[in-house]
């Protein structure tokens, strides 16, 4: 009678976490996960039952962010309306001009930030957060000032 020793599969790139072409990260975030398996088996032997918990604790952090940015970065594919689409050029155009204005505090838009290699996902994911609270911070200041300056006139 033969013996079977378990196996199992290991999905990586664009099989795990597949996008669109749009944002271009498809074989970048592939590369990357070849890259850290590579050294999580390197750190366990070639032992692909010991390296896969690393693999994941070591990847994790960055697929969130990743897919969050492959939602929001450039969404033209996920069939949104005429308003949908409105919105998010008026969000993009609105944040590229902050960001040429004062860049010391706004960012690019994510879908030009997703394009500096030295930047991870996680971190691209946080400045682009970061932004959308500074926005939403000066879209409150202009509100009240323009309704004080309203009320003034009363």
Sequence with gaps: MPTFSSSGVVL???VFHCFPPDIGQGVNSALEDV???NQALTQNNDIISDALPLFEYLRSPDIKPLICLAQ????WQYNQGFLGKRLWSINFFIRLLLSRILPFIFAPPAFILIQNHQLSYREIWGIAQRTTIFIFVLGIVLI???LALFLDNF
């Design 35 to 37: 890259f850290i398996l």
């Design 72 to 75: 929001t970065a450039y969404s």
């Design 12 to 14: 990586l790139g664009d």
């Design 144 to 146: 009240l000032g323009t």
